[in-house]
């Protein structure tokens, strides 16, 4: 079982839609990131969290420590936010190791 | 100010052959983190570095071997190349290695 779960996997959406990304986690964590990563692979790292609620223009965050869960929310998405987005833990019991979901890709069309 | 830098960003080798990838971190940041993506897949934890002493290493062969130089960039070397190396390897620098973490764009390894 991996150490991470996202869900969906692929998920496609029309223009203006609201997108939810879960991610689920089974380690005791010091912090959880969601990352985005564009054709060609060059990663950006969106959110840095460890509790609570993150905002950046149209990205929100949420992480739920108890319920070792946490969801990426897109809202008004644009074709531009088509990529793969990734959620990733450090663990605070293997020395800042990092465990990264699969990944969910996100296809947007107009 | 530069973000983290890897080179070469796309790399074809012969099985058997010998790889160096190489990363330079965010101007400060003493640790540097390395990653292997197989397509379809999420990044597997290879190596992390801080300070020059190696602080985690991932379920990897010992083919798979890094260091750290005083600048605090890193080297990533794969010996004994596998078809089964082919993968997108990322590099990622941190201030301290506990927090605040950017990633480069890659090394895209193709073993033929």
């Known amino acids: 079982k991996n150490e991470v779960e996202q869900s969906p996997q692929n998920l496609t959406a029309q223009e203006g839609e609201f997108i939810t990304i879960n991610c689920s986690y089974s380690v005791g964590i010091s912090a959880l990131h969601w990352l985005q990563q564009h054709p060609g692979g060059g990663i950006v790292s969106l959110f840095m969290?460890?509790?609570g609620k993150k905002k950046h223009g149209r990205l929100i965050a949420t992480i739920n420590i108890q319920e070792k869960h946490s969801s990426l929310h897109i809202t008004a998405s644009h074709p531009r936010d088509s990529a793969v987005y990734i959620c990733a833990v450090r663990s605070s019991n293997t020395g800042n190791q990092f465990y990264f979901g699969t990944g969910t890709s996100l296809t947007v069309i107009p | 100010d530069a973000g983290v830098t890897q080179s070469p960003t796309h790399l074809i080798k012969t099985r058997g052959q010998h790889v160096t990838l190489r990363c330079s971190p965010i101007s400060g940041h003493k640790s540097v983190s390395w990653y292997q993506q197989v397509l379809g897949q999420g990044p597997q934890f290879i190596f992390q570095?801080?300070?020059?002493?190696?602080?985690g290493r991932g379920n990897f062969p010992d083919r798979f071997s890094a260091r750290q130089f005083p600048n605090y960039s890193s080297e990533l070397n794969v010996n004994a190349l596998l078809l089964g190396d082919s993968a997108l390897y990322l590099c990622?620098?941190?201030?301290?290695?506990?927090?605040?973490?950017?990633f480069g764009s890659g090394t895209r390894l193709t073993v033929v």
């Open positions: 990622a620098s941190s201030l301290t290695g506990s927090y605040g973490y950017t």
């Open positions: 570095y801080y300070e020059k002493e190696e602080r």
């Open positions: 969290l460890s509790s």
